[in-house]
């Protein structure tokens, strides 16, 4: 499947923030939905040198079809932080085409 569905819950959402994830102390994938409301899901570090963050879904994320923002947001132990560049995703209807 190439397509992202409303209610999908089989779904591993995963951002490249290129940078070193050694010491980081949080990270989210912050998102923006089609309605315009704002927030994050808690993320985990896939692979610390290539700086990979990922989210795997839970039923009822996924709550809004349209075009979706994500974009991963990281605090350092040392309190800095870092904002990665936002990608696009349409998130579809199911049974739409």
Same mark, same amino acid.
């Given at each position: 499947m190439n397509r992202i569905y409303k209610g999908q819950s089989?779904?591993?959402?995963t951002v490249k923030t290129f940078t070193d994830l050694e010491g980081v102390e949080s990270a989210v994938i912050r998102y923006r939905k089609p309605d315009g409301s704002v927030g994050s899901f808690a993320a985990g570090v896939g692979d610390v040198a290539r700086g990979?963050? %990922?989210?795997?879904?839970?039923? /009822?994320e996924l709550d809004k079809a349209g075009w979706w923002?994500?974009?991963? %947001?990281?605090t350092f132990?040392? /309190?800095?932080?870092a904002a990665g560049?936002?990608?696009?995703?349409?998130?579809?209807?199911e049974g739409a085409g």
């Open positions: 089989a779904l591993r959402i990979v963050l %990922f989210h795997e879904c839970i039923e /009822g923002m994500f974009w991963a %947001f990281i132990a040392d /309190g800095r932080t560049e936002a990608a696009r995703v349409f998130v579809w209807k």
